[in-house]
């Protein structure tokens, strides 16, 4: 579970319910036509938008931002180091055993076409093919919430010209004038509101672990060439320390 975004969205909601509740209270900021034309309408703008199976995903897709996939990088170098180790002392066929037990999907296949003798130029290409096929679903799904932002902040102003209109209509009505003005008003807090606190920041926020995934994949695939090409562990840990920042290098050869 990744606490920094859990904290930000209950500190947000938290701080925003408090401070309606010390005005007015919550219930005059709840307004069901204002939640049909903001909410209904901007989900239904992105059914448009986008492909079904993206949308079908959309609540996994948010608890990627909740809580992604985690991956260990130093644990990654020692694990690469290991396999360059010993295929460098046993050669590189005496890492097939511990490949096939290999959870993570991506290196396995490429030290998979290590050992069966693949060119390195071949490896290379197909796992920069894979990681950049992935890298651009996950820009597209994060393209969902971003894309969300507008949409709602739109259908919120969509919603305060509709309650401007039926205020105008009604002026000669006091008592239809408050409720108007509430739809006009309201519908615009909720499209800023779903912009500024889900559609924008998670977009944000997946987009960093698009960038995160995409770091891990060069890391392996540097590994896998270095150890495909015989070069020494010490050399390999070295290349693989400088993708990460100068205060999380720890060398295992110190």
């Known amino acids: 579970m990744d606490l920094g975004t859990v904290i930000g969205l209950v500190l947000i909601l938290v701080l925003l319910v408090a401070s309606m509740a010390m005005g007015v209270g919550i219930g005059p900021y709840i307004d069901i036509p204002s939640v049909l034309i903001v909410v209904g309408g901007s989900i239904g703008a992105l059914m448009v938008s986008f492909k079904p199976a993206q949308m079908k995903s959309f609540v996994k897709i948010f608890m990627i931002a909740i809580k992604p996939p985690q991956e260990d990088r130093m644990e990654l170098i020692k694990k690469l180091v290991g396999f360059a180790t010993k295929a460098r002392k046993d050669g590189i066929l005496a890492l097939e055993s511990e490949v096939n037990n290999e959870p993570n999907a991506f290196l396995k296949k490429g030290l998979s076409m290590a050992i069966d003798g693949n060119e390195p130029d071949s490896i290379r290409e197909l796992l920069e093919i894979e990681m950049e096929q992935t890298s651009t679903r996950h820009k597209g799904n994060a393209a969902i919430f971003s894309q969300w932002s507008g949409l709602a902040g739109a259908m919120g102003m969509i919603g305060t010209l509709i309650g401007l209109v039926a205020m105008l209509m009604n002026m000669a009505d006091p008592s239809a004038i408050g409720p108007s003005m509430a739809v006009a008003l309201l519908t615009t807090m909720y499209g800023a509101m779903i912009g ?13 672990r698009n960038d995160d995934e995409a770091l891990v994949k060069e890391m392996i695939i540097t590994g896998i060439m270095s150890i495909q090409s015989g070069d020494a562990p010490r050399a390999l840990e070295a290349k693989l320390l400088s993708y990460l920042a100068p205060n999380e290098r720890v060398s295992q050869f110190n």
């Open 196 to 208: 500024n606190i889900f559609g924008g920041p998670i977009a944000n926020i997946l987009g960093i």
